[in-house]
């Protein structure tokens, strides 16, 4: 099963920066490594697309490469992106040539949905999401997370939506590329945070506010803010920012919470529905793996839904906790807190349960064990 992760990989260059047109990339882990991005940030690397974009990647079969070109506001290029498969224990290059390379089939999506009461929905080739604006304040949302199943490589959010407001066609229900029958309520849905203080869970309310960086074939980021975070008899701001990879198992998320100076626990977690679930947590790991029954609005049983939660910085507490699988840890207003979470399905690459979490398990091992990337 796929395994996939964003690296800041670190980079060893040879040569000047007119000879290097060769990327190696190392696996010395355990097990293949297949579909993960790799992020290259080297100046000098860089510089190559900043004189030229005619630019055409291929591997060592001579095939095209698809790649992405990260850029900030100004125009300029700030990374360069591309999947990479690489067996365990193997080595692969990858060749730039002068060329106009070939458009790039999109695999990441994301956007602003005021059709649709202020959603914000965004997807991959794996699943789709969505969380709530303001529009939908009278009916009390959270800032949790909605999972929509998907057994497709196309990007299917704006089908679901058009179909849904337009042709009556509801996305509650499989018409053969998915559905969304996942339920969040006033909870963290799949893979929402929020404090965790005085021993309660502060689940928050709508975004006010969002911010595309940007929206590519391979990677798309975004941010959303929230202006008021009840904990306690207190209040913060929340900017929670999001980026969505090709292949990638879970979403990064970027979370930095402002106001009080003081120690504020944080809590990343998953609702757990009241059906068949199966729950893995492992505070060590700093994992979370949920599997259930999925189940359409029309009461139809669409095989069985997952969810998973990976917090890379030491994990205080993992427990469970007002119908929720918790994972807290220790946060200082001000920091940015990053962690990772997501969704699949039995119906497209997780035949059952242990594939799930076998997958998450590896997605944790791969984060710890960055490939190594070589540019001649």
Known sequence: MK?????LVIIILAGCSSTKKSIEISNTGSFDRNDEIIEIKDKEFLQLFEESEEWILKNNHNEEVAYQLIKNENGDIEAFIFQVSVPTNKKVAYYLKKGNPSPVIPKTFARFVPERKDDFAWENDLAAYRMYGPALAAENPSNGVDLWLKRTKELIVDTFYFNELQKGQSYHVDHGKGLDCYKVGHTLGAGGIAPFWNDSLWVGNFFNRYEVHYVGPLQSKFSLFYDSIKVGDKFYQEKLTITVSAGALLNKAEVTFTGEQQLLPLAAGIFLHENTGKLSINKEK???????????????PSGRNYVGVFVPAPVKEAMVKNNHALLVSEYQPGNTFIYYFGGGWNKWGFPTDDDWISALNRFAESYRSPLAVLIK
């Open 3 to 7: 395994n996939i992760f964003l690296y």
């Open 286 to 300: 700093g994992i979370a793996a949920y599997c259930e029954d999925a189940v359409s609005d029309a009461k139809v």
